[in-house]
């Protein structure tokens, strides 16, 4: 993608004009512009495309589009099934998934010995024919919809289950090059969507049922959710605090469900890969943090997995301002199924609770 290729340009730019200095005798100036260079490298990501973008993965195989498509077409997803059309970046055809009602579209093509999967909203980019122009009927035009807090939340799910399919993609065509007898599932990234945003206190249902009622903040750190009755259903405690009050998250956390110790939450980082492990008594879940979905301006992001098993993706800002002047804490909520839905609920107010203070 082009922020990737100029990303790595000005890298290279960058540590060009470190060795020119020091090759002049401007050792420290030298030394200062190849840390930066290296910065800028490290941020980028490894040196795989799939390592570095969330919107672009790449597989290399000789599988073609027509021999994909016909693998992939009766498989469901939240961009609804796969078709035919082109692109204009690319040449000979393409399978496309969408678009959304926010444009969203996940576009496979040929790309130099690989399969190229690529997350776009310029529609305008894809050639169809005739017949398939009624996908393209009722978009919605963002800059004339009313900014509340569902609508927004709406906009970012299609974004953030896009990026999930984009990496869902590229695996299952990775297993289908591998082997040939691999089929598609008969559905992938179906989800269940649910929103939270703080001013009014409650998660809710896309039809805006009022599910659960929230309580959280972060000094006092608090994070509660209890249901139409009042009744507290689970709740994260820290367990230790510095002298200001604030969370010290190394010690952890506990859950408790129905005013009973269920299990307990720690940071965990490995290499690159950070987020948070919870023991409980209905199994071990693993919080995993990925990259911002800038394109929603969701900065706080996690899979939730459950011996492996892809459960449910959160995502979230801490501050944003809708057309009222109202300022809150927006997240979302996208279950894959709901057999613990209570407890993805205290994940996702656990985590935007907690990393409030460093996104502010």
Known sequence: MKADRLTTLLGILTALTGLMAMSTGKWIMGAIIL????????????????????????????LDIEGLFERLKEMDTPLGRAWIAEHKGFQGKSIVFG??????????????????IKHITLIDNIIRAAEDEYRFDNLI????????????????????????MVRHLRELIEAMSGSPDTEAPSSMDIFTFYYHNSSEGWFKNADDDEVLRVENSYNPFTAKLFNDEGEEMVSVKARKFDAKGHVISKAGFDIYANGEQ??????????????YKAE??????????????????????????R???LKAVIGGSPKLIFEDGNQCQNDLLLSFDDDYLVLYAAFEIFVMTFNSSFLK
Do not use: H, Q
């Open 262 to 275: 269920y299990g307990e939450i720690y940071p965990i980082k490995e290499g690159r890969a950070e987020g």
């Open 99 to 116: 678009p959304s009602r926010f444009k969203d579209c996940i576009v496979i093509s040929r790309k130099s010995g690989r399969l190229n």
């Open 141 to 164: 035009n963002t800059s004339e919809a009313a900014v509340t807090p569902k609508n927004y939340s709406i906009f970012a799910e299609f974004k953030l289950v896009s990026v999930m």
């Open 307 to 309: 011996n492996g098993e």
């Open 35 to 62: 840390l930066l260079s290296f910065g800028i490298f490290w941020n980028r990501g490894g040196s795989s495309i799939n390592d570095r973008s969330i919107y672009e993965n790449e597989v290399r195989t000789e």
């Open 280 to 305: 409980t008594e209905d199994g071990v879940f693993i919080l995993k943090l990925f990259p911002a979905c800038r394109r929603a301006n969701i900065s706080c992001n996690y899979t939730v997995e």
